[in-house]
């Protein structure tokens, strides 16, 4: 398997595994070709071998660094041509098998001097990037020492005064926005549960580096310790000492224990001294779930009510010291306007500090910069402090923010210690995987797919045995938003988040680390983000920015390998000069014509394409020479069909379209994980709707299906051939299948023939005006089945039994024209025990829903209709809807009120009886209750009139 592209080595790893795949049998290269590259990859491994050893150094020298820079650079260099020479040879080798006859033997005598012709052409090429590479060597041996006389320290080695100190020593009076958490702690801590009153509970407090976690613990343990007769508060950190921790919580008894004394002895020392105490522990900035075992050993379970508090910028080991009890962990959140412009202008002008009206703007947008990072906000302010209160200092000090990581500053040095200690702890493919980011503008929402992709298209992932790159990459990405890297932005009902977004501090740590490592080009978002050298590797112009922006006359981009561009000049650079691209993602939304991708056939190693132009309404027919291409996304064009070469594309995984035709020749794409959203039509061919069925490793698909009943004969033909291939994908890799209409259709066809039933369907989508009648019966087996959006007319509590035994089911909303009449529907307790998510859409509702005690245990979204016509009596308060029996989980309900042929007061009546339930659910419940058709409310004044009159 192909080995990684990081920032860190550069292509270093990649290109020795393609140069030892150019040396094995397979090619035939001429002898003096294959010494050359024999002599050129002991080059390369010696040179990796300095950028593996280099990368352990905290604070190389400026000829390391130097010589590392030109090491990483001579490596994508060497990478590109290899590419090239192989893209020629395997040409060569496609087309000689291709004719036959006469025209066969011309084409392979001229293969075969092509062939000839490439070989030359390297073995000249590898001469010249040997020569390069040993002059490299030589120049590193004739102006440095070696690698390990190196005045450099490795990063274990290294001491430093701990950043956090000043927040365990911060005044009280000067801290702003820390009141709501701290009561909120103070709570859960002192707060006893049933049938835990004297056990030992763990807490958490877990965010972001620079969010005031340790400002947090430090005023809980403040506020608490007089309670306890014990007290520590005990700072780990990344290396944790083991011995020194445990002393440090013996010394407060007089006694740290003897020096000789090993961890074993230290822990026994600490469990026989609390055994019999209450005591409370704050244990700040734990790294590693390895360092927490070792610590919690030390503490007893004496039955006292003692309590522990941990901090760590990491999810998953916060969850880890709290198990099983996860709602133990406070996630901490940035400050809001208000107490960020409190801090902000109190450590600047003084506790009663005012702004200027003539610096408000400039005031706001750093405070928007800073995204209430307490951290960043402090740093910011401190710096102004120094400076003239005037518009123009601060003005520059806010262009500066975006290099703040270079201004030499106390403070800022402080803020960037912090930053760096979470970005140090990154493994390399991490790193690579977060600098990337840097592509995107601030504040961009990015989705997780189209991230994801990009990265595999770049060669950050590798996978090892069988992996799936996707899957992988996707632990990336939890893993940057596990240690707070990233911020998640759509969680979803399985946990995932759908985007993220990077906070404009990190976002900072990733543009100048790029600019060091010369990863990132960024053109268009502020000076400080311009390349500092000639040679751009991935390009990312940002023309929404400003006018005016070109790139620069001396930049060489016929090396990038990623282009990346939102918006669209007159002057942009033809495809023509990007002949290396792997990446190329077009967000042009409009200005963007078809014009400009008339050369993207000589894009040969091109394996991400996105075009979102709604210029583009065709695609040259060269789209079937991108022979690497993985990911082709064109949801965002005018698209009216595909090009009939796309089929070609034998290496495409995912396809994304907006409604187009399947292409004859889809069964070809053998590739294909993801197809999304084709259109089934009159017109569509039988044969491609069969062929379907051949994509063998198809997961996730989505269908537009827009024969309507009227056509019954087309209609007949295109569901018995798509439920046939529908029926041989079930049993493969089918996971997802979404089918929308925009016409009146429908999918009766699916009520009982989907058999054998694909078993392995985890999520099923349809957004149709058609009812399913009831459940189709294929449904009900389906084990994995998480996420279920489905029209079911009518709704009743047959309905609500059998999707309740879905044991796997996450999310569940149905949509329907009207539900059971006469007393309503009960959602009882025998089922749904994993849902987290349930939303009901039905404005014919009855008497509604009404949930008994022990449903939906695991609840925590719900979303209902609630008829108010009715819905009081005079002999019987507000109807009982059962929301006050739901479980705690439950954090957000909305309540849709329907108002049609109500009185305002059974409308209020109804609001009341809502607030009441929810207050008896959990304190922390987001409640929103609206109304719906309130237009048409019966006054009370009318509704006497009406009576009186009857």
């Not at 613990?217 to 508060?233: G, H, I, K, P, T």
């Not at 997802?736 to 066809?749: G, K, M, P, R």
């Not at 309740?804 to 024209?817: H, K, Q, T």
């Amino acid at each position: 398997m192909e080995a990684i592209v990081c920032a860190t080595h550069g292509a270093m790893a990649s290109l020795l595994w393609k140069l030892g795949t150019l040396l094995s049998d397979e090619h035939r290269l001429l002898s003096s070709v294959k010494v050359d590259m024999v002599s050129l990859k002991a080059e390369v491994e010696g040179m990796h071998a300095f950028l593996k050893k280099m990368s352990e150094v905290e604070d190389p020298d400026e000829q390391s660094k130097c010589w590392m820079q030109e090491v990483r650079e001579l490596s994508y260099d060497i990478e590109d041509n290899i590419d090239s020479f192989m893209l020629t040879l395997g040409s060569c080798t496609e087309s000689s098998s291709k004719p036959r006859g006469f025209k066969g033997c011309v084409a392979r005598f001229l293969n075969l001097f092509a062939g000839a012709k490439a070989h030359h052409w390297a073995a000249k090429e590898i001469q010249r990037l040997k020569r390069q590479a040993v002059e490299a060597s030589d120049r590193r041996g004739r102006y440095s020492h070696r690698v390990g006389d190196a005045v450099a320290v490795p990063r274990s080695s290294r001491t430093s005064i701990d950043p956090r100190l000043p927040a365990l020593y911060a005044e009280t009076t000067r801290l702003v926005g820390v009141d709501g958490p701290r009561n909120r702690l103070i709570k859960l801590l002192t707060t006893e549960r049933e049938g835990t009153v004297t056990e030992l509970n763990v807490f958490s407090i877990v965010g972001s580096g620079g969010l005031g976690k340790t400002t947090l613990a430090s005023e809980v343990y403040r506020r608490l310790e007089a309670q306890f007769d014990y007290r520590a508060f005990v700072s780990v950190s990344q290396n944790p000492d083991m011995k020194k921790i445990l002393r440090h919580i013996l010394c407060h008894r007089g006694c740290g224990g003897s020096e000789e004394w090993d961890e074993q002895q230290l822990i026994h020392a600490v469990r026989e001294f609390l055994q019999d105490k209450r005591y409370f522990v704050v244990i700040d900035d734990i790294w590693s779930t390895s360092a927490w075992r070792i610590i919690r050993c030390a503490f007893p379970e004496n039955n006292c009510s003692s309590r522990i508090l941990t901090t760590t910028r990491i999810v998953t080991v916060a969850k880890y010291c709290c198990s099983p009890h996860l709602d133990r962990v406070y996630a901490l959140q940035p400050l809001d306007a208000a107490h960020s412009e409190s801090l902000f202008l109190s450590r600047i002008f003084g506790s009663e500090g005012r702004c200027p009206l003539h610096l408000k703007e400039a005031s706001d947008k750093i405070l928007k910069r800073c995204g209430g990072l307490p951290l960043a906000i402090v740093t910011v302010a401190s710096l102004l402090a120094t400076k003239g209160i005037t518009k123009e200092e601060w003005e520059k000090t806010l262009k500066s923010i975006g290099s703040a990581l270079e201004i030499q500053d106390t403070d800022v040095e402080e803020m960037k210690k912090i930053l760096l200690i979470s970005y140090n702890d990154l493994p390399y493919h991490l790193k690579t995987c977060l600098l990337y980011l840097g592509v995107f503008p601030e504040d961009y929402e990015i989705k997780r797919d189209r991230l994801i992709r990009r990265w595999v298209a770049e060669g950050f992932i590798t996978a090892e045995g069988g992996q799936d790159m996707e899957e992988i990459g996707e632990c990336y990405f939890n893993d940057l938003i596990n240690r707070s890297m990233i911020q998640p932005v759509g969680i979803q009902c399985d946990g995932r988040a759908d985007a993220c977004r990077v906070h404009d501090m990190v976002l900072d740590l990733i543009v100048s680390k790029s600019a060091e490592e010369n990863f990132l080009t960024l053109c268009g978002d502020g000076d400080h983000r311009m390349a500092r050298r000639d040679k751009a590797r991935r390009l990312s112009i940002n023309y929404h920015a400003r006018d005016g922006i070109v790139v620069p006359e001396n930049m060489v981009v016929s090396n990038v390998r990623s282009l990346t561009i939102f918006g669209h000049a007159e002057d942009m650079s033809a495809l023509s000069n990007f002949l290396f691209l792997r990446v190329l993602d077009l967000e042009n939304r409009v200005v963007l014509e078809y014009n400009y991708l008339r050369h993207i056939g000589r894009l040969r190693q091109l394996r991400y394409l996105r075009l979102s132009s709604r210029r583009i309404a065709a695609l040259p027919e060269q789209i079937g020479d991108l022979q690497n291409l993985q990911t082709l996304d064109l949801r965002w064009t005018r698209l009216k069909r595909l090009p009939r070469s796309v089929v070609l594309l034998r290496r495409l995984t995912c396809l994304l379209v907006n409604s187009l035709e399947l292409p004859e020749g889809i069964g070809n794409m053998q590739a294909l994980q993801e197809l999304s959203e084709i259109e089934i039509n009159r017109h569509t061919p039988v044969s491609s709707l069969l062929e379907l069925g051949k994509l063998t490793n198809l997961r996730i698909l989505g269908i537009n299906w827009c024969i309507i009943d009227a056509d019954h004969d087309a209609r007949k033909v295109h569901a018995d051939s798509l439920v046939t291939s529908l029926c041989k994908l079930g049993v493969l890799s089918l996971r997802s299948i979404q089918i929308q209409s925009y016409h009146t259709c429908s999918l009766d066809f699916l009520q009982d023939s989907w058999f054998p039933p694909p078993r392995r369907l985890q999520k099923f989508d349809m957004s149709i005006d058609y009812h399913f009648p009831r459940t189709p019966k294929w449904m009900v087996s389906l084990e994995y089945l998480s996420y279920l959006d489905i029209y079911l007319t009518p709704v009743d509590e047959e309905s609500f039994r059998t999707l309740g035994d879905l044991p796997s089911l996450l999310f569940l909303w149905i949509s329907s024209r009207e539900a059971r009449p006469g007393e309503g529907v009960a959602v009882g307790s025998h089922g749904f025990r994993c849902l987290r998510e349930f939303y009901f859409t039905c404005w014919e509702v009855g008497t509604g829903l009404a949930f008994e005690p022990g449903a939906m245990p695991a609840l925590e979204k719900l979303r209902i209709p609630c008829n108010a016509r009715g819905a009081c009596s005079s002999h019987a308060g507000v109807r009982d809807l059962g929301i006050g029996r739901l479980s705690s989980s439950l954090r957000h309900l909305q309540v849709e009120i329907v108002c049609r042929g109500a009185r305002l007061q059974e409308v209020e009546a109804v609001e009341e009886a809502v607030r009441n339930a929810a207050s008896e659910i959990s304190d922390e419940l987001f409640l929103g209750v609206s109304r719906w058709d309130e237009e048409e409310i019966l006054k009370d004044e009318e509704h006497k009139l009406e009576e009186a009159e009857a």
